[in-house]
């Protein structure tokens, strides 16, 4: 290749002005992260005051009011409540009581909790996602490439994306009652044949349908194509990396004590058992629910999304596949989480457009706020010990006092 024009001509050198070594670092490094954004910067979570991070501590104490009226009111026997602003944690705290029986017990922060449809997006569709980055899944493949029995009952149609999206038109759930009677507690060939001949609820793609019935249906893609169970490849791939040692299908015996129990049924406490019928049906693993998670870990994993993609030197997922979780796809819907369906109530009022999240059926919530690079975790066991009170209202009403805490939206003033 001929050398460019300019490489050819005779340049007069000119001394360069001297810089002191100190100056010429200030400026290479200034260099380096001008643009960048604080996500970039933080490697780990550390711990601040509040006003490091342009929040209003006193603002923010009003949570300890909003969770404790609903510890009066019988709502919820406890909550842990974890609150992170640019890779800052400036509030943590543990209230009332992780069980009520057989024995009271004091909630801790290291409390373990059964996360429920938290599972969706933190196992699930993380593992999905980690397929689709090693080339082996697509998403607008039809579900049936992977599982090809899925075809059958007017499916043959339905794509692997409208499984994260719920839009499939899966019916919401199995009838896992009578599954129960007829095949007995443990029968997950019963459950997947009843997926496979049964219709779609609602013609595919053309509403919102949220359907338990297509993470399970990911989940098998998942273990189909890799070969192994989804809680082995989520385990490799994702939390022994992040150091998520709390998390997981199935809690070890010494994590039992910390585990929040979830209902009592026919005299059992459930613990360390996952509370979801239909995912108990499937021996734990249900692809909708049957995570266990602790604040700890799951801060892990919201500060991994807004790093980017890494934590602690580790990269987990390429920037444009947590964009591709985390914004609208379909009907208010990232590939995993939640940005404005209808079940987005636990933004409240306040935070934008740039953020996103899910709960779960017992008690718990994740959300994450891109713009205010902000994450507020609940867990609660609200189904402790008889499956009452509802938690919707609490989850947005501490999302608004999250926000209204936050007074200066410059960033982190180090």
Not at 356 to 373: K, L, M, N, V
Not at 398 to 413: C, E, G, H, L, P
Request: charged share 20%; glycine share 8%.
């Amino acid at each position: 290749m001929d050398r460019h024009p300019v490489e050819s001509m005779t340049v007069q050198r000119k001394r360069l002005p001297f810089l002191p070594v100190p100056l010429i670092i200030l400026i290479v490094t200034l260099l380096l992260t001008a643009g960048c954004s604080t996500s970039m910067m933080v490697s780990t979570l550390s711990e601040a005051a509040p006003d490091r991070v342009g929040m209003d501590l006193d603002r923010l104490q009003q949570v300890d009011l909003v969770i404790g009226e609903a510890i009066a009111d019988s709502i919820i026997p406890g909550a842990v409540i974890l609150v992170a602003r640019q890779g800052k944690v400036v509030y943590q705290k543990a209230y009332g009581r992780r069980a009520w029986v057989p024995v009271e017990e004091p909630m801790t922060l290291d409390t373990i909790f059964d996360i429920a449809s938290m599972t969706k997006p933190i196992a699930t569709a993380a593992s999905v996602m980690r397929l689709v980055e090693m080339g082996k899944v697509r998403l607008q493949d039809r579900v049936s490439v992977y599982l090809p029995e899925f075809a059958s009952a007017g499916k043959r149609g339905i794509r692997v994306a409208q499984l994260l999206t719920h839009t499939s038109g899966l019916a919401p759930g199995v009838p896992w009652t009578s599954l129960t009677r007829d095949y007995g507690a443990y029968c997950p060939e019963a459950v997947w044949w009843w997926v496979v001949e049964n219709p779609p609820r609602i013609e595919p793609d053309s509403d919102f349908l949220y359907s338990d019935l297509n993470y399970l249906t990911l989940r098998l893609i998942v273990e189909r194509v890799t070969g192994e169970s989804m809680a082995e490849f989520a385990e490799r791939e994702i939390y022994r990396p992040l150091g998520m040692t709390d998390t997981g299908f199935f809690p070890p015996p010494g994590h039992l004590p910390r585990v929040a129990p979830t209902e009592q049924l026919e005299g059992e406490l459930l613990r360390g058992i996952v509370h979801d019928p239909m995912s108990r049906l499937l021996g734990g693993i249900g692809g909708s629910a049957g995570l266990f998670s602790s604040a700890r870990d799951i801060s892990i994993f919201s500060q991994m999304i807004l790093n980017g993609g890494t934590y602690n030197g580790e990269r987990i997922y390429a920037p444009l596949t947590l964009r591709a979780m985390s914004h609208d796809r379909d009907r208010g819907r990232g590939y995993g989480f939640d940005v404005f369906s209808p079940y987005a109530n636990i933004r409240g009022d306040l935070l934008g457009p740039e953020s996103f999240g899910h709960s779960g059926y017992t008690g718990t919530s994740i959300w994450i706020d891109y713009e205010e690079q902000l994450f507020v975790i609940l867990l609660t066991n609200r189904v402790h010990p008889d499956d009452r009170g509802s938690v919707v209202p609490l989850r947005s009403k501490v999302s608004n006092v999250v926000a209204a805490s936050i007074i200066d939206r410059t960033r982190d003033r180090r």
